[in-house]
């Protein structure tokens, strides 16, 4: 779709948060030709070498904004994902990213480093502060400075913890409950996993590794450093989280804890290549029902990002669905619309993102789950299963059944073919003619309503007839 930049009112847009749904939300805004101001608590910096993935559809908006050959520097591009058993290291099956396939799909699945992603989009979050209240009557937001800004929209894009979120949603967008299991981000630099023998393979190979161990699971996959262009490994354990409640912060690094991570439950490799880091950086997670308000009755404010829905961190999708987010209330803040339309475009951005965003939510946590099955008949089917489809897995595209092929990519396919930027233009093709001659929509309102007049006409005259 050719979006056409807003030529008829620029919008002042405020939005609260700047990581990478803030950031790549007001880098598009900017793009569609708004005036935004990005509010950030932090000095704008984040240096983690935490490893996030990039799957097609991410990747797909990526280049489109331009931004292709900068990611190509930073990024690696994945082959295949391997699953492992835990303790013994034997492959179980592994998921092949067929090359026909990525071309069909017309983009790569990236490994990243989020530090190197968020520097991209970042010299656009210039003004810095943090949020302590919202007053979405009047599109204000106050900072912990006293400083009152306002706007036309308010885009809350302020994370797990997020102060728009209640404003929005009410008391029960803080009400949640507490994951089982916490995830530990740890970053190892290859140069120090060189020096052992058994781990050189993970230097070099672009596959995505997942060791699944008893009630926990570590995934694991290559990185680059944006400062050095060195490589690094990007480790994630998702681990019990023993009935203590974990910190929902990206920000706090600790000490290597070996029995926190239960790291007995791998096979010496991991065990090795945990080792060689220092430090680790738990993040807990606050599981939500899906929000049903994303945007304030007043229209003036809108929730993007982890804001919006918090996703389980450390999957596949968070950087993703945040950035569909941006694509999406950018898009449609591209379209010849009026400034008295953005209550429409806000909740038409509602109305697009969140059925997709609820169902990643679901299916995030169930793949988590399904990697970290205690030892027992559910984990053995599951490893056999895994097992059988290893021949067929890595038989080449043309040569697999198709029967597989469906049962194994129908879900990845749904979500890695999806296009935010065509479900705007879908959205817009449908309701833009209305939206942009009112008495078109005023003709088919009285229409309708000349039914519901002679229906009751009708209903009127046999009621008589009755009587
Ligand atoms: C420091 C950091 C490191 C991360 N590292 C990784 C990683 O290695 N791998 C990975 O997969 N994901 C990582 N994430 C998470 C990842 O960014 C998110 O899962 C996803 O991309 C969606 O992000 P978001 O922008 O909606 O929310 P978040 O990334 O949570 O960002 C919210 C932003 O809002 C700011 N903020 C919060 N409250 C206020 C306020 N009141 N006023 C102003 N600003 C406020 C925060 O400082 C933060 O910058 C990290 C997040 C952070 C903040």
Redesign the pocket.
Do not use: F
């Given at each position: 779709m050719n979006t056409p930049r807003r030529t008829s009112q620029m919008l002042r847009f405020i939005v609260?948060?700047?990581?990478?749904?803030?950031v790549a939300c007001a880098y598009a805004l900017q793009e569609a030709g708004h005036q935004v101001v990005v509010?950030?608590?932090?000095d704008g910096r984040?240096e983690?070498?935490?490893?996030?993935?990039s799957p097609p559809n991410m990747t797909r908006l990526l280049n489109h904004w331009g931004l292709g050959p900068a990611i190509a520097r930073v990024s690696i591009k994945a082959n295949r994902f391997t699953f492992m058993d835990g303790k013994s290291g034997e492959e179980l099956g592994p998921l092949v990213l067929h090359d026909k396939l990525m071309k069909a799909l017309a983009a790569d699945f990236l490994y990243i480093?989020?530090?190197a992603l968020?520097a991209m989009f970042v010299e656009f979050a210039k003004n810095a502060?943090?949020?302590?209240s919202v007053d979405p009557w009047k599109g204000m937001v106050i900072?912990r400075n006293g400083v009152r800004l306002t706007a036309d929209v308010i885009v809350g894009?302020?994370?797990?913890?997020?102060?728009v979120r209640p404003v929005v949603v009410g008391p029960e967008g803080m009400k949640g409950v507490l994951d089982k299991r916490v995830s530990v981000?740890i970053t190892v630099p290859t140069d120090l996993m060189r020096r052992h023998e058994d781990l050189v393979p993970l230097t070099v190979s672009p596959e995505w590794s997942l060791w699944l161990g008893h009630d926990c699971a570590t995934h694991g996959l290559l990185t680059v450093n944006p400062d050095t262009s060195e490589r690094e490994y990007?480790v994630v354990m998702h681990v019990p989280t023993d009935g203590k409640p974990a910190q929902e912060s990206?920000?706090r690094s600790q000490p290597l804890d070996e029995k926190f991570l239960k790291l007995d439950r791998f096979e010496p490799r991991v065990q090795k290549l945990v080792r060689l880091a220092r430090t680790m950086?738990p993040t807990g997670y606050t599981i939500y029902e899906p929000f049903d308000n994303w945007v304030h009755e007043s229209g003036r404010v809108v929730l993007?990002?982890?804001?919006a829905h918090p996703?389980m961190?450390?999957?596949s999708h968070?950087?993703a669905?945040?950035i569909e987010d941006a694509m999406t209330l950018s898009t449609l803040f591209s379209l010849p619309a009026t400034k008295s339309h953005t209550p429409l475009l806000l909740s038409a951005y509602e109305e697009l993102r969140q059925p997709r965003c609820a169902a990643t939510q679901a299916s995030e946590l169930r793949k988590r789950d399904f990697v970290c099955m205690p030892l027992g008949p559910e984990q053995q089917a599951r490893d056999d299963g895994l097992r059988n489809t290893r021949i067929r897995a890595l038989l080449d595209w043309d040569e697999a059944e198709e029967e597989y092929l469906r049962e194994t990519w129908e879900e990845y396919i749904d979500l890695f073919a999806f296009d935010a930027r065509e479900a705007v233009e879908d959205w817009w093709t449908k309701w833009g003619p209305a939206i942009l001659r009112p008495q078109m929509l005023d003709s088919r309102i009285e229409s309708t309503l000349g039914k519901f007049e002679s229906l009751r006409l009708e209903v009127d005259v046999s009621r008589e007839a009755v009587a």
């Open positions: 609260v948060g700047g990581s990478i749904a803030g509010l950030e608590q932090g984040h983690s070498h935490g490893g996030l993935r480093q989020h530090g968020h502060g943090k949020v302590v900072t894009a302020d994370g797990y913890g997020s102060v981000n990007a990206w920000a950086t993007i990002g982890e804001a996703l961190p450390n999957g968070n950087s669905m945040s």
